[in-house]
């Protein structure tokens, strides 16, 4: 069923906080839908494009590319935080779904868009994914190392390189981190991508903000990025490049 | 205070040689005019001349943008120098970065200067270096202010939802009389405290040291060193000296009883 994507007004924003709170400290299978049929919480906004209420994505990319799709050059949509708890709220299933009865509400960020500040901006669950498509509108497959992971649950990948927006949007960074850590075959995340240990996300991290000090790290290419990781990333490299798979912890 | 090694021997631009103006269109588009010069760091005698970028940032928002001023030999600012995801002009900070593009040093910083504050729509000089910067902020819930240590220095956020709005609650003296004690006692307990950063004589740059010197003038004594939590009524002490002459040289109290 498709419907005319809206904006929820400020009192749908506070009934959508008040759910989240209340949920966030007894959680429940409830669902916040019952916002969407109140008249006083959703307004229409003008030259809105009809969305599919009912489409489950496999994973963030596909949704990204799914809005990406619809909203085309609406770039204003993208500073309208009302209209992404409004699409939070059509799709809260995906983005907090019930498991083992309870639904698991996280910080508000991921539901209702901190504007204004990219280091919580990019951690909500639909709007963050679609600026990462979007920061590599050239070649968006580039994009989906930080897309791979169902829309509740970005995973540390993605976490660790939509941090910053230097590094989500550098062109050498992704490609490096896509080639280590996905599968290409799978489109997931390798076994020990989202660990802590030696050669993981967190630690790419750290050598790149020491590599940073010294490089400028946007007119690096792939190559020469990969060649500068130390012999801890050996490991996912090997595996990169169809090497024999040394165990991962 | 924070070092760094410099194994590539990485030339530091200096102040004089930046000057970077942030202007404001009357329907309150952000964007900058950058004037760099780089004729005395010796890149003429370079084969292959080094490519020159100006990065702006607010850390405190994790915002970033990213424009290309062509090379040493012939800089070139891009015609858009929008900063409209930046909002507003507070807390804007720049760096400028001279890459080599040779094929024997491919990505190395040659040079740069970090954390370059700009001339602010409406200035026409760098006023002195502040000890805090301000920002209308969005995600602070109900709180009406929030201090944010993740940049160059501290960044007072204000809630952009009070209603006289952030500018006249930062300026009203009343409301100042209110939050400059408390803001002034979390930062100074921050660095003593949390960041365990003492006095540092040859420390002029960081505001650390710009904030130490400015408590210990107004305590008359310089900061305690924070070791064990023993030391912790010494720091209060001391903390409690500087937020109070510094209220009693503000006249907080004074303004207080006028305005209410």
């Known amino acids: 069923m498709t419907m005319k994507l809206s904006a929820l007004t400020k009192e749908g924003v506070s009934r959508l906080n008040d759910f989240l709170h209340v949920q966030k400290s007894l959680p429940s299978s409830n669902s916040p839908s019952g916002i969407l049929e109140d008249a006083n919480c959703v307004e229409p906004i003008g030259d809105a494009p009809m969305i599919d209420e009912g489409r489950i994505f496999a994973n963030r990319f596909e949704f990204a590319q799914y809005m990406d799709s619809l909203l085309g050059s609406r770039t204003q949509l993208l500073m309208n935080a009302d209209v992404w708890a409004w699409l939070t709220v059509v799709y809260f299933d995906q983005v907090c779904p019930v498991v083992r009865g309870v639904r698991q509400v996280r910080d508000k960020a991921r539901y209702i868009p901190a504007l204004g500040n990219f280091r919580k901006l990019y951690r909500h669950l639909l709007l963050g994914p679609l600026h990462a498509y979007r920061a590599h509108g050239d070649a968006p497959e580039r994009a989906r190392v930080m897309l791979a992971g169902p829309l509740h649950s970005p995973g540390e990948l993605a976490e660790q390189l939509m941090a910053a927006q230097e590094r989500m949007t550098n062109r050498a960074v992704i490609d490096v981190a896509s080639t280590l850590y996905l599968d290409p075959r799978s489109g997931r995340p390798k076994p020990g991508a989202g660990g802590k240990l030696a050669g993981s996300p967190r630690r790419f991290v750290d050598v790149l903000n020491q590599l940073d000090l010294t490089y400028d790290l946007y007119s690096l290419s792939e190559s020469q990025l990969m060649a500068m990781l130390p012999m801890e990333f050996d490991r996912f490299r090997a595996k990169a490049r169809g090497g024999v798979d040394t165990p991962v912890v | ?260």
């Open chain 2, 1 to 260: 205070m924070p070092r760094r090694f410099n194994f590539t021997k990485r030339k530091r631009i200096r102040r004089k040689d930046i000057r970077i103006r942030i202007c404001q269109s009357t329907s309150g588009e952000l964007s900058f005019d950058a004037d760099l010069d780089l004729s005395s760091y010796g890149f003429e005698s370079l084969e292959v001349p080094p490519v020159v970028y100006v990065e702006a940032r607010r850390s405190a928002t994790s915002t970033w943008k990213r424009f290309p001023f062509g090379t040493t030999e012939k800089i070139s600012p891009p015609p858009d120098r929008s900063l409209a995801e930046f909002g507003v002009p507070n807390g804007v900070l720049f760096s400028v970065r001279v890459t080599s593009i040779s094929s024997e040093q491919p990505g190395v910083l040659l040079a740069e200067a970090d954390g370059v504050r700009p001339l602010m729509p409406g200035e026409t000089e760098l006023p002195a270096q502040p000890l805090i910067e301000h920002i209308p902020a969005k995600d602070l819930g109900s709180e009406l202010w929030r201090l944010d240590f993740s940049g160059e220095m501290p960044l007072l956020k204000i809630n952009d939802s009070v209603p006289m709005g952030p500018d006249q609650f930062l300026t009203d003296a009343t409301f100042r009389a209110l939050f400059a004690p408390a803001v002034m006692r979390q930062v100074l307990t921050r660095i003593i405290v949390i960041e365990q950063t003492g006095v540092d004589e040859d420390g002029d740059s960081d505001w650390q040291q710009r904030w130490l010197r400015f408590g210990s003038k107004l305590a008359g004594s310089n900061a305690p060193k924070y070791s064990t939590s023993d030391d912790l009524v010494d720091v209060e002490d001391w903390v409690d000296a500087a937020v109070e002459a510094f209220a009693e040289r503000a006249g907080l109290l004074r303004t207080f009883e006028s305005d209410a």
